[in-house]
């Protein structure tokens, strides 16, 4: 019989069992996103009068005040993905530390992945932005779904699966409220802005949270998992 040297770990942690909310979040998600590119690519009527008539109703219009729209770029700002490195660079740095290669690989496909997932469906459904002079029709980017509504559901998704393990009960309600204040707030200064449409930013938020969930899923990642942070 051979005995595990001292300071070394004689039990491996087995795969965790996925929950089945979760699982039927991300296949609800992944249908979203299909089901609403399935609308743009054929021009379904009732979706495209809805998302005109949201975009006519929300945009802060043409003649915005200045001080108005440098409001709206920094409250949309948490949607890039430079902002995304930014918050999750020190958490990598201190996983890499910890040797904690699966849960950092994790957070980099999590996370940065979501954001060449969005590019390929954005060419894919190929919808132009709302015309809106100093909206959409500033841009040549296309417009479904809103890459910085997924961006900001994936920084949440991740956030909160990576901490979920260290929180209290009360502290998980508070960060998840947290969470899906700052992704609607985002999703909202899309359409303020004038450059997505509705069915862009529900396609984004659902993109952001069901490919965080699948790559969590695939890599083991979710609470109690091989590259799940161990409670305190």
């Not at 890499?96 to 999590?110: G, I, N, P, Q």
């Not at 390929?120 to 190929?126: A, C, E, S």
């Not at 303020?192 to 449409?197: A, K």
């Amino acid at each position: 019989m051979s005995v595990p040297p001292v300071g070394t770990a004689d039990v491996t942690r087995a795969r965790a069992s996925v929950p089945v909310p979760l699982v039927v979040a991300t296949v609800v998600g992944a249908a979203v996103v299909a089901l609403l590119g399935a609308g743009v690519r054929t021009d379904l009527g009732p979706q495209l009068r809805l998302d005109a008539a949201v975009s006519e109703a929300l945009y802060a219009g043409d003649d915005r005040a200045r001080a108005l729209d440098w409001l709206l770029e920094v409250l949309t700002a948490p949607g890039l993905t430079w902002v995304r490195l930014l918050v999750f660079l020190p958490a990598l740095i201190w996983l890499v530390r910890r040797r904690a290669w699966r849960t950092a690989a994790w957070v980099v496909l999590a996370a940065g992945g979501v954001a060449a997932v969005t590019a390929v469906l954005k060419d894919f459904f190929g919808r132009v932005r709302p015309p809106f002079a100093d909206g959409g029709a500033r841009y040549e980017s296309l417009s479904y779904p809103s890459g910085h509504s997924s961006g900001i559901a994936a920084l949440v998704t991740v956030a909160l699966v990576l901490a979920w393990p260290s929180l209290t009960a009360s502290a998980r309600r508070a960060w998840l409220a947290a969470g899906l204040v700052l992704v609607v707030l985002v999703g909202l200064t899309r359409m303020w802005l004038g450059v997505h449409y509705l069915s862009d930013v529900l396609g984004g938020w659902a993109l952001g949270i069901s490919w965080c969930l699948l790559v969590a899923v695939l890599l083991d990642a979710l609470p109690g998992g091989r590259a799940a942070l161990p409670p305190r």
